[in-house]
């Protein structure tokens, strides 16, 4: 079955250092994959999305990374701040044009003043 | 733009008893919204898809008729969860999609909380 892994354990940095969250997955071929920000009690919000074909994205401190090969998506997030804290989702879409996405569980960033 | 809204944001019921759930586009015209579940420190798992005009398309594993989705216009879904049991507790949201920069992406309501007694 699909399975999307990201780091379950939160992870915590000081301020001003490049965060870097992984998202894993297996027996699934994406066309795409989406990265969010959530934030306690409240909805998902997009950040970048990565396609297929496309090895790496940027948006202002936020890089994306996609390797098809290693079944890998690595998420960047540079000159950190405190207010990056949050939960940060990786999500697959497919190819079939219905617009679902599958989730990970999120990974939990903390960074320190 | 592409602001989605919910309603209630967090609604308290007894067992047995009924509750609806609304989604709305405020800014766009969303044919296709999304309905989830989550649970504490859980992943977001879609429930059903939601078409506007026609029936929703459930996720394997979730009962059609205890969780009854209605898309009536192209900026309105609903979920009924009917019968509500303690264990129907989760927080749910709603997600429509839309064009972000070129790129079709899910705008996500900010969740409404349910707690069955």
């Known amino acids: 079955s699909q399975k999307i892994e990201q780091n379950s354990e939160a992870l915590n940095i000081q301020e001003g250092k490049t965060a870097t969250l992984t998202c894993n997955y297996t027996?699934?071929?994406?066309?795409?994959l989406q990265w969010y920000r959530q934030d306690p009690g409240r909805g998902p919000v997009f950040l970048l999305l990565?396609?297929?074909?496309?090895k790496e994205k940027r948006k202002e401190r936020l890089k994306v990374t996609f390797d098809t090969t290693l079944k890998q998506s690595l998420f960047h997030i540079t000159a950190s701040q405190p207010a990056d804290s949050a939960t940060y989702l990786c999500?697959?879409?497919?190819?079939?044009?219905?617009?679902?996405?599958?989730f990970g569980q999120g990974t939990t960033l903390q960074v320190k003043p | 733009g592409a602001v989605v809204s919910q309603h209630p944001s967090w609604v308290i019921c007894k067992s047995g008893t009924s509750v609806k759930i609304e989604c709305r586009s405020l800014?766009?015209?969303?044919?296709?919204m999304f309905w989830y579940r989550q649970f504490p420190k859980q992943s977001l798992m879609l429930m059903a898809t939601?078409?506007?005009?026609?029936?929703?398309?459930?996720e394997q594993g979730v009962e059609k008729d205890k969780f009854l989705i209605n898309h009536a216009s192209l900026t309105l879904s609903t979920l009924t969860v009917t019968s509500a049991h303690p264990e129907d507790s989760s927080f749910y949201i709603c997600?429509?999609?839309?064009?972000?920069?070129?790129?079709?992406?899910?705008?996500f309501g900010p969740g409404t909380r349910l707690l069955v007694l």
């Open positions: 997600s429509a999609s839309g064009i972000l920069g070129g790129e079709e992406t899910q705008y």
């Open positions: 027996n699934y071929s994406p066309a795409y």
């Open positions: 990565i396609r297929e074909n496309e």
């Open positions: 999500a697959l879409g497919g190819s079939s044009n219905t617009g679902k996405l599958i």
């Open positions: 800014d766009f015209q969303a044919t296709t």
């Open positions: 939601s078409n506007e005009g026609s029936k929703a398309t459930y």
